[in-house]
């Protein structure tokens, strides 16, 4: 799993940060990838990316202020001009519906490929047998949203060699082996499959916050994640004006990482006021949660599935 920083940024582009989008690549599912806000100037930064529109197959909007939605109907339209054809589904607050359907139509935008909106509702909104989505209400100045990516444990691997041992090589009884049957060997012996596999390899969980202040649903998201992806428009010394605005600073993220018992947080959103200094707002988390980055434009932080445990 690859989290591609498109645009960090907060509110307007600055020379170093454009505004917000991040793409999520699944290695593992044939790299499908999966867009967190849409910020103008998003299409720019794919083009400088390895990430392929073609690819897309869903799009997450935390919320509809400006800076986060303002490139999504261009992607949609260049999308459709390269040829993408296959469905793409997109997942916002109330009012993102209304939103595409007027820029596309007034500006005569036909898409080729089937689109479909999905107004949220707290709660999870899309699973398959790969991954969840939930998504929860943070705290800002207009309805904003967090997502809580699990992935679903993966089963065991075969113990091979233990299987040798019994006289079990390769072939049919290896699926029945992997499904935990109970088997009867040639010789009359009766197997139990579930012993001859290995412990669930665990999902991975991501958290991705919209714009918020400091809330309880952060939290609640963001419990025991791999990784969690915060807003920091701001530093502590401008922690009053943060909250104001429904913003978090870099250290009330890294309380909220440390309160959810996350391993990883990373900063974005960050505000162009730090411009050259953001290091700083590293600094102020790390003092919290020493495990913090801070995303730069153009920044990819790998996670691995952990091993069996
Ligand atoms: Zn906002």
């Known amino acids: 799993m690859e989290f591609h920083f498109l645009g960090t940024g907060a509110g307007v582009p600055s020379t170093k940060r454009n505004v917000s989008s991040l793409a999520i690549r699944f290695l593992q599912c044939n790299g499908s990838v999966w867009m967190v806000d849409?910020?103008?100037?998003?299409?720019?930064?794919?083009?400088?990316?390895?990430?392929?529109?073609?690819?897309?197959?869903?799009?997450?909007?935390?919320?509809?202020?400006g800076d986060h939605i303002f490139g999504l109907p261009g992607l949609l339209g260049s999308r459709s001009f390269q040829g993408g054809i296959t469905p793409l589904t997109i997942y916002g607050p109330k009012?993102?519906?209304?939103?595409?359907?007027?820029?596309?139509?007034?500006?005569?935008?036909?898409?080729?490929?089937?689109?479909?909106?999905?107004?949220?509702?707290?709660?999870?909104?899309?699973?398959?047998?790969?991954?969840?989505?939930?998504?929860?209400?943070?705290?800002?100045?207009?309805?904003?949203?967090?997502?809580?990516?699990?992935?679903?444990?993966?089963?065991?691997?075969?113990?091979?060699?233990?299987?040798k041992e019994k006289g079990i090589t390769p072939g049919p009884l290896y699926k029945k082996v992997k499904a935990k049957e109970k088997i009867q060997l040639s010789t009359g012996e009766w197997i139990d499959g579930a012993e001859f596999v290995g412990p669930e390899v665990p999902g991975r969980i991501v958290t991705i916050l919209g714009d918020t202040k400091p809330c309880e649903a952060a939290v609640k998201l963001a419990v025991n994640a791999d990784v969690l992806i915060h807003e920091a428009t701001f530093s502590i010394e401008n922690q009053e004006m943060a909250h104001q605005y429904g913003h978090s600073t870099a250290y009330d993220a890294a309380k909220i990482a440390r309160n959810a018992k996350v391993k990883t947080l990373i900063l974005n959103h960050i505000s162009a006021r730090y411009e050259g200094k953001s290091h700083l707002l590293e600094t102020e988390a790390c003092e919290v949660f020493p495990n913090t980055y801070i995303a730069h434009d153009s920044y990819i932080h790998t996670l691995l599935r952990s091993k069996s445990s």
């Open 38 to 65: 849409c910020g103008e100037g998003t299409q720019q930064q794919i083009l400088r990316s390895s990430i392929k529109l073609s690819k897309l197959e869903k799009i997450f909007i935390t919320h509809l202020h």
């Open 95 to 163: 009012g993102i519906k209304a939103y595409i359907e007027q820029c596309l139509s007034l500006s005569n935008t036909t898409l080729l490929y089937p689109l479909s909106v999905v107004e949220l509702e707290e709660g999870i909104i899309f699973e398959d047998k790969h991954y969840s989505v939930q998504c929860l209400l943070l705290e800002h100045v207009m309805p904003s949203y967090g997502f809580r990516i699990e992935e679903k444990a993966q089963s065991g691997e075969l113990l091979v060699d233990k299987l």
